[in-house]
């Protein structure tokens, strides 16, 4: 059987099973009756992992990053392999690379514009030598960003000019491969990383976009510029001006005292992680939607996306290639197909920003 077609019993493995999304989606994995192979270096972490899973009998295999010829045996036979590391743009690639040198579609949790962007480049035109597809970016902000920026595109004139933002709603915290992921890349994150306009990638500020007035608020927020991967996925399905992604303010000016003493110190995350993606989509002629999505768990429901697109994957019939969710996945189904995990999205009468 070629990795293009149909597939009713998939192998999927999971390189970073023992960290806190990799074990939501070993979770989902036992619960969709499949049980995944957990590649790593450490096989007593592994095997608590999968044990805590309820999957104790699952095949571990062990293989480090820095052993190229032992990752990819590690994927040998493998259909999807799901990476959930922290830090792509320091970790990431051996296991993309591995994935494709093995046969095996490839996705991950990733959050980094420059680990995505290399993907593309990089690796696209490897994994469609290859005959596999790889689908970057898989979280609970980019795959909604990349399909909800879709739909709410095609309900304004084109080309549409977009803004999204993540809006935490729990009093939860991060995880310690968040902080990791944001060190990794700390003059990424705080110079806000890229937007697109007239065609283009820019760094750099934005002139607009500077307050958005969040579902439920009753007073605009002020935001500034933030990293956002659909930046660079929605341009390839869309017909768009402008692409940014925005944070609230606050929460971007507490990265200038971030610094690697933080990862000792950081608690596991909280219970209370709900979140909105909120996505604004506005036209030439005055005409503008609002997109939402609204989830009870960043991490839980990262993995459950993560986990919805390797089964698909193992499916068959995608290009291969490396493609933006939207490229791959009919958005309203995909969206609608996370309604049984709580996760809800609707698109509708936008309100203005005041940065406009």
């Given at each position: 059987?070629?990795?293009?077609?149909?597939?009713?019993n998939?192998?999927?493995?999971v390189?970073?099973?023992?960290?806190?999304?990799?074990?939501?989606?070993?979770?989902?994995?036992?619960?969709?009756?499949?049980?995944?192979?957990?590649?790593?270096?450490?096989e007593?972490?592994?095997?608590?992992?999968?044990?805590?899973?309820?999957?104790?009998?699952?095949?571990?295999?062990?293989a480090?990053?820095?052993?190229?010829?032992?990752?990819?045996?590690?994927?040998?036979?493998?259909?999807?392999?799901?990476?959930?590391?922290?830090?792509?743009?320091?970790?990431?690639?051996?296991?993309?690379?591995?994935?494709?040198?093995?046969?095996?579609?490839?996705?991950?949790?990733?959050?980094?514009?420059?680990?995505?962007?290399?993907?593309?480049?990089?690796?696209?035109?490897?994994?469609?030598?290859?005959?596999?597809?790889?689908?970057?970016?898989?979280t609970?902000?980019?795959?909604?960003?990349?399909?909800?920026?879709h739909?709410?595109?095609?309900?304004?004139?084109?080309?549409?000019?977009?803004?999204?933002?993540?809006?935490?709603?729990?009093?939860?915290?991060?995880?310690?491969?968040?902080?990791?992921?944001?060190?990794?890349?700390?003059?990424?994150?705080?110079?806000?990383?890229?937007?697109?306009?007239?065609?283009?990638?820019?760094?750099?500020?934005?002139?607009?976009?500077?307050?958005?007035?969040?579902?439920?608020?009753?007073?605009?927020?002020?935001?500034?510029?933030?990293?956002?991967?659909p930046?660079?996925?929605?341009?390839?399905?869309?017909?768009?001006?402008?692409?940014?992604?925005?944070?609230?303010?606050?929460?971007?000016?507490?990265?200038?005292?971030?610094?690697?003493?933080?990862?000792?110190?950081?608690?596991?995350?909280?219970?209370?992680?709900?979140?909105e993606l909120?996505?604004?989509?506005?036209?030439?002629?005055?005409?503008?939607v609002r997109?939402?999505?609204?989830?009870?768990?960043?991490?839980?429901?990262?993995?459950?996306?993560?986990?919805?697109?390797?089964?698909?994957?193992?499916?068959?019939?995608?290009?291969?290639?490396?493609?933006?969710?939207?490229?791959?996945?009919?958005?309203?189904e995909?969206?609608?197909?996370?309604?049984?995990?709580?996760?809800?999205?609707?698109?509708?009468?936008?309100?203005?920003?005041?940065?406009?």
């Amino acid at each position: 059987m070629t990795n293009t077609e149909k597939n009713s019993n998939p192998v999927i493995a999971v390189y970073g099973a023992s960290g806190h999304t990799g074990g939501y989606a070993l979770r989902e994995l036992q619960r969709r009756g499949l049980t995944p192979i957990l590649v790593g270096r450490n096989e007593a972490r592994l095997r608590a992992a999968a044990a805590a899973a309820g999957l104790p009998d699952a095949e571990i295999r062990l293989a480090d990053l820095d052993d190229p010829a032992a990752l990819t045996a590690a994927f040998a036979e493998v259909d999807v392999v799901i990476s959930t590391l922290p830090a792509y743009v320091t970790f990431g690639e051996p296991v993309l690379a591995a994935a494709i040198a093995a046969g095996a579609h490839y996705t991950d949790t990733s959050g980094e514009q420059l680990f995505l962007k290399r993907a593309f480049d990089e690796y696209g035109p490897r994994a469609e030598a290859a005959g596999v597809t790889v689908l970057g970016g898989i979280t609970n902000s980019n795959l909604p960003g990349d399909l909800l920026g879709h739909l709410a595109a095609r309900q304004v004139s084109a080309p549409a000019e977009i803004v999204m933002s993540l809006v935490t709603r729990g009093e939860g915290g991060g995880s310690r491969g968040s902080a990791e992921t944001v060190l990794a890349g700390l003059d990424w994150f705080r110079a806000g990383g890229w937007h697109y306009e007239d065609g283009e990638l820019r760094t750099g500020p934005i002139d607009r976009h500077t307050l958005m007035t969040f579902p439920s608020d009753a007073e605009p927020t002020a935001v500034a510029k933030f990293q956002q991967p659909p930046v660079l996925t929605i341009p390839r399905h869309t017909e768009v001006s402008f692409v940014a992604g925005v944070v609230e303010a606050e929460m971007l000016s507490q990265l200038s005292g971030f610094t690697p003493d933080v990862l000792d110190s950081l608690p596991e995350p909280g219970t209370d992680l709900r979140y909105e993606l909120v996505l604004d989509a506005s036209g030439a002629d005055g005409t503008a939607v609002r997109g939402v999505l609204t989830g009870p768990d960043a991490y839980r429901d990262t993995a459950i996306m993560a986990v919805e697109a390797a089964a698909r994957l193992a499916a068959g019939g995608l290009t291969p290639g490396a493609l933006a969710p939207a490229e791959a996945f009919d958005p309203a189904e995909f969206l609608n197909s996370l309604a049984v995990h709580g996760i809800t999205w609707r698109i509708d009468a936008a309100v203005r920003s005041g940065g406009q």
